[in-house]
Each structure stands twice: as C-alpha cells, then as structure tokens.
Nanobody, 117 residues
C-alpha cells in the first residue's frame, strides 16, 4: 500500500497563487503517471494535470497556461503550481498515482482550495 498525502491548499484571492504538494510513501517514478484531480460540487471529477515517467505533462484546457505539474523523484514528491487562480478553480484537489496494468490507483485524502475575494 502506498500513502499519498496532499498539502498546500487554502484560501486565496482571485489572481493569486498556491502550490500543492503530494508526498508519496514510495518512489513516484514507479507509477505510470502522477496526476492531480479536482472535485467541485455539482461537477464531475476532473483530471487537472498529469506527468508521466518521461516527464511528459498534460493539462485540462481549463488550467493550461496557469498550472504547472512537476515532480521530484528523489524526494517522492509531486507538485502543482497554480497561478492566476479563478473562483472556478475552487474544489478539493486529489493526488493520484496511476499504477497501470489494470491495477486500482492510489489516491490521497485531498486538500481544499478556495478561490474567493
């Protein structure tokens, strides 16, 4: 079993920035990809950003150009730098590890991000 622990959420004004962190209990390089999802009330869970073992990144259209996903394999960490935040970015952000091979993924417990003036 792998534990994923998110941190860095909070309340920020529109236009502000936050950096989310995900600490994994084992090497993040072992997973097909490390991802950030978010859940907003009344909406489907959304894949926000992902990074694979070749450091190829992918972003939802709604965040492209504003969010940056990165990882530090040596520290078993994944980050999500969020800039130019908007109220619609409000939600619970979850760290996700894709194990591939049809295995169930690992999820963190989530961290709340609220963008409001």
């Amino acid at each position: 079993q792998v534990q994923l622990v998110e941190s860095g959420g909070g309340l920020v004004q529109p236009g502000g920035s936050l950096k989310l962190s995900c600490a994994a209990s084992r090497s993040v390089f072992l997973f097909n990809s490390m991802d950030w999802y978010r859940q907003t009330p009344g909406k489907e869970q959304e894949l926000v950003a992902s990074i694979n073992t070749r450091d190829i990144t992918n972003y939802a259209n709604s965040v492209r150009g504003r969010f940056t996903i990165s990882r530090d394999n040596a520290k078993n960490m994944v980050y999500l730098q969020m800039d130019m935040l908007k109220p619609e970015d409000t939600g619970v952000y979850y760290c996700h590890a894709d194990r591939g091979l049809h295995l169930p993924p690992y999820w963190g417990q989530g961290t709340q991000v609220t963008v409001s003036s």
